[in-house]
Each structure stands twice: as structure tokens, then as C-alpha cells.
């Protein structure tokens, strides 16, 4: 009994599997015959050309230094061309504020005294008036402009090539500290 069983089931799906599909086999064939797979060309690949290195004309390249243009090299950029600070001025000057660092300074008012700006800058427990054309800070500050808010400086700073160049920073009015409103 068992092999009939397993003859039925073999005949029958032998008979489903060599079935009539032809009508599927037809609409695929209608379906895919103007279908053709395309690949995009490779792009043209360009051949490599070294770039010889000229000793001469070029720069070391394992030397460290400050790459500028030409025209400054030329006219002899670099070291005691451009911007310098006076030191001489400074020690005739022997400014208060010149002697403490920029961010220990601080605003701590504003006045306007003969209709000229004037700061209140106080450094520890120091408190000087500031007018425009003052110097303050390390880096030679000079102030170019006073507003109930801020003091705008000028200030000369040198980079690690030792060149100079100018910079601005600002004061802002500072709060009393631990106030009660």
C-alpha cells in the first residue's frame, strides 16, 4: 500500500511539473524581447606623467619654515621689515596697564569727560582712566575706540617666523561680581 501511495504521488507530480506553461513561457518571451542590458563605457584613463622635481627653482621640502610670496621675499620680507614695536617708547612710557596681560584686565565703567571717551580699566587692585591713543596690554595695545560697552585695541603680535602683525581685541564692560538686584 505504501508504494502505491508513492507512485500516485511521484506520477503526480511529474505531471504538474512537465504541465502546460506554455502561456507563461509566451508572456515572457513577449515581455522581455525588447529588453537589453547595457553597461555604461569605462571612462578613458589618462596615462600618468611624473612632474621631474627641480632642485633649484624648488623648495626643500623636508626644511621647515614660513612659505610667503615672492613679492615680500623680494623685498626683503621677514625679520626687521614691516611692523616693529617701539621698546624704547614703551620704557619712556612706563604705562601701568602695559605691564599686565590683556585678559587680567578689566572695563569697569565708562565716562565722557569733555565729550572725549574715557574707560575704567582696573588691573588687581589698580584702577586707571583710559583715552584713546593709550597703550595697554603685553602685545603693545594701543586703543582706537571707546564705547559705553568696549574698548577696541590695536595690537602688534609676533608669529613663531618672527614677523609682526596686527591684531584687534577688545575690553568688554565687566558686571560687579556677587551683586544683588
Same mark, same amino acid.
Request: proline content about 6%; aromatic content about 6%; charged content about 30%.
Given at each position: 500500500?505504501?508504494?502505491?501511495?508513492?507512485?500516485?504521488?511521484?506520477?503526480?507530480?511529474?505531471?504538474?511539473?512537465?504541465?502546460?506553461?506554455?502561456?507563461?513561457?509566451?508572456?515572457?518571451?513577449?515581455?522581455?524581447?525588447?529588453?537589453?542590458?547595457?553597461?555604461?563605457?569605462?571612462?578613458?584613463?589618462?596615462?600618468?606623467?611624473?612632474?621631474?622635481?627641480?632642485?633649484?627653482?624648488?623648495?626643500?621640502?623636508?626644511?621647515?619654515?614660513?612659505?610667503?610670496?615672492?613679492?615680500?621675499?623680494?623685498?626683503?620680507?621677514?625679520?626687521?621689515?614691516?611692523? $616693529?614695536?617701539?621698546?624704547?617708547?614703551?620704557?619712556? !612710557?612706563? /604705562?601701568? %596697564?602695559?605691564?599686565?596681560?590683556? @585678559?587680567?584686565? #578689566?572695563?569697569?565703567?565708562?565716562?565722557?569727560?569733555?565729550?572725549?571717551?574715557?574707560?575704567?580699566?582696573?588691573?588687581?587692585?589698580?584702577?586707571?582712566?583710559?583715552?584713546?591713543?593709550?597703550?595697554?596690554?603685553?602685545?603693545?595695545?594701543?586703543?582706537?575706540?571707546?564705547?559705553?560697552?568696549?574698548?577696541t585695541?590695536?595690537?602688534?603680535? $609676533?608669529?613663531?617666523?618672527?614677523?609682526?602683525?596686527? !591684531?584687534t /581685541?577688545? %575690553?568688554y564692560?565687566?558686571?560687579? @561680581?556677587?551683586s #544683588?538686584?
Amino acid at each position: 500500500m505504501k508504494r502505491a501511495i508513492i507512485v500516485l504521488l511521484c506520477s503526480g507530480l511529474w505531471a504538474c511539473s512537465s504541465g502546460d506553461h506554455e502561456d507563461l513561457r509566451q508572456w515572457m518571451q513577449e515581455n522581455t524581447k525588447d529588453l537589453k542590458g547595457s553597461i555604461p563605457k569605462l571612462p578613458e584613463v589618462k596615462p600618468y606623467q611624473p612632474v621631474p622635481y627641480e632642485v633649484e627653482t624648488s623648495l626643500d621640502p623636508f626644511k621647515p619654515g614660513k612659505i610667503e610670496p615672492e613679492s615680500k621675499q623680494k623685498l626683503g620680507g621677514g625679520k626687521g621689515v614691516g611692523l $616693529q614695536p617701539d621698546y624704547e617708547a614703551r620704557e619712556l !612710557r612706563n /604705562s601701568l %596697564l602695559e605691564k599686565y596681560p590683556l @585678559e587680567s584686565l #578689566k572695563m569697569i565703567g565708562y565716562l565722557n569727560v569733555n565729550k572725549q571717551p574715557m574707560a575704567v580699566i582696573q588691573a588687581e587692585q589698580n584702577v586707571k582712566q583710559v583715552k584713546l591713543g593709550d597703550y595697554i596690554g603685553l602685545d603693545f595695545g594701543v586703543v582706537t575706540q571707546i564705547s559705553d560697552k568696549e574698548v577696541t585695541l590695536r595690537e602688534l603680535i $609676533q608669529d613663531a617666523a618672527g614677523d609682526w602683525s596686527e !591684531r584687534t /581685541s577688545s %575690553l568688554y564692560l565687566q558686571g560687579k @561680581e556677587g551683586s #544683588k538686584k
